[in-house]
């Protein structure tokens, strides 16, 4: 007899659909097939990144295990842009922890700071990397609405008072992701109120948190009263800095768990990509990192296929690089839409299943890889395809 093969974690993570999407869109060989099923970007990442880097590639020092929580130099730079956005001083010695990746620092976070069966509070929709993560670390994930509106999305705060429990261990926001959802002083002031009266974590994801639309500013959980001691913030060099193949994140939080933390990741993935470090930390401190630039470009190409898909059930983002159109409205599934598209219209999205409980009725459209120009014409398309 053959033992069944499935552990018994993986029964609800699904996939996340980016990747059978992407691989068709790959297979296609189609020069006007439209991406905007992953989230990539054509913009390219510091300069001084990219030459810091390559000089990097030859030094022995970057081809090594140690030092196993990362180097010195990235340590600093990370630590000082989470101090220098939330006002929030940090000590890169005790409160910092390079991971391989932003979503590996996460599930490093999970795993030491979750028990199996703890509730973790998360949006919907969320990605659903972040929901597979927690379900993964043996938390069961309960889901607050965004309210999706002709302006943009608010958070559920009735839902999100309603959801915390005696089992609530954390609190997980992803600004941005995949919503373009950001949160604003009031729904921050309710995320935080939750947390202290369920004496639970925040996990911050700021990925996103400085691409912003609309001239937004930033609110850094950290700074709100008495939240300094309870959030953790979890930072990646793939959005901001454009280095998504740098693999490389960093975890900023309250020392009393940093070493926790630190063995979960050391148990993980043992070490960071070496050669992508001193990269890293370069465009972290650089004067011109070019994320001005790259704003301007990504709010002209959201303005774009807000323009395209106008008369459509889409929500407009206030960040990030995607937005959602509502496939249910067209007596259809995400699926059935994200088909249609990619076969009538030559365009790849992705459909929301896995990302939250209300989440599967819509199709992310990514807008950060195509220029504008390849943009102008797909909402023909589209309404060709879907109406």
Known sequence: MTRHLRASRLAKVPGIGVDR????????????MLRLENLDTDIAPPDVAIEVTKKGIGNDENNSYLPFLGQEVLRQAAT???????GVDYDWRTQCIITAGGMSGILNCLLAMIEPGDEVIVTDP????????IRLAGGVPVFVPLIPSSTGWQLDIEALEKAASLRTSMIVISPGMPTGHVLTQAEWKAVARVSIGTDAWLLYDAAMERILYDKRSIIHPAALPNMQERTITVGAASKELRMIGWRVGWVVGPQVIMNDIGLVSISNVVCQTGISMAGVAAGLNAVE?????????WELRRNTLLQELDGLPVIPPHGGWSMLLDAEAFGMTSQEMTNRLFTKAKVATTPMVG?????????RFVFSNESKERLIGIGEKIKRAIV
């Open 21 to 32: 999407m992407g691989n068709a869109a790959d297979a296609s060989h189609d020069p006007d």
């Open 355 to 363: 990302w939250g409980d209300q989440a599967a009725k819509y199709v």
């Open 126 to 133: 969320t990605y659903a990397g972040i929901i597979n993560r």
């Open 80 to 86: 000082q842009r989470v101090t220098r956005v939330s």
């Open 289 to 297: 990192d070019g994320l001005e630039e790259a704003l301007g470009i």
